[in-house]
T-cell receptor, first 112, second 115 residues
């Protein structure tokens, strides 16, 4: 069975410092993995996706994620946080046939 | 259209009434998904449609919930005899096809409040 676990429900960083949002997945076969962001009162926006090509995936707004099969992880990182990065982030694994399984979400706060 | 469109954006209904939520997917997208997001919760899968195949209804929480997709485009999610626990944001998404690498694009959601 496929599942995804976001290890932190809330992460707080200072502006200009690195961001790390952790995600682990379980899958019986090679998954596709996504990160989505949801700003307050906005829709979900795709940040990046991994689909068995390069293991280091670059997304929008300076975010990137690295697929590590040995660790079953797909952590999201950004070198320097910006105030506008404050939002809810969801790690998502794609079920065979396209069904998306969402993690519980990580709320990112950015302090000035 | 340019994106996934959902209507209404907000709906307040009395307990016991039926509601219909509408989703217009991106033109040309053959896959359509419905999810529910409750306060402080992640996204709960409800149902998805792919072309003319039978929909995957495995996420529908009860027989009060149903969905249809007419002509492979617009979809309607119907909740009968609404209960307070149905209050949530209902999100629709579409993708070009149901393949593991397809990206799903989400609408803004319908916020349903059952009073």
């Amino acid at each position: 069975a496929q599942s995804v676990t976001q290890l932190d429900s809330h992460v707080s960083v200072s502006e200009g410092t690195p961001v790390l949002l952790r995600c682990n997945y379980s899958s019986s076969y090679s998954p596709s993995l996504f990160w989505y962001v949801q700003h307050p009162n906005k829709g979900l926006q795709l940040l990046l996706k991994y689909t068995s090509a390069a293991t280091l995936v670059k997304g929008i707004n300076g975010f990137e994620a690295e697929f590590k099969k040995s660790e079953t992880s797909f952590h999201l990182t950004k070198p320097s946080a910006h105030m506008s990065d404050a939002a809810e982030y969801f790690c998502v694994v794609s079920y065979q046939g396209g069904k998306l399984i969402f993690g519980q979400g990580t709320e990112l706060s950015v302090k000035p | 259209g340019a994106g996934v469109s959902q209507s209404p954006s907000n709906k307040v209904t009395e307990k016991g009434k039926d509601v219909e939520l509408r989703c217009d997917p991106i033109s040309g997208h053959t896959a359509l998904y419905w999810y529910r997001q409750s306060l402080g919760q992640g996204l709960e899968f409800l149902i998805y449609f792919q072309g003319n195949s039978a929909p995957d209804k495995s996420g529908l929480p009860s027989d009060r919930f149903s969905a249809e997709r007419t002509g492979g485009s617009v979809s309607t999610l119907t909740i009968q005899r609404t209960q307070q626990e149905d209050s949530a944001v209902y999100l629709c998404a579409s993708s070009r096809e149901v393949r593991v690498e397809s990206s799903a694009f989400f609408g803004q959601g319908t916020r349903l409040t059952v009073v």
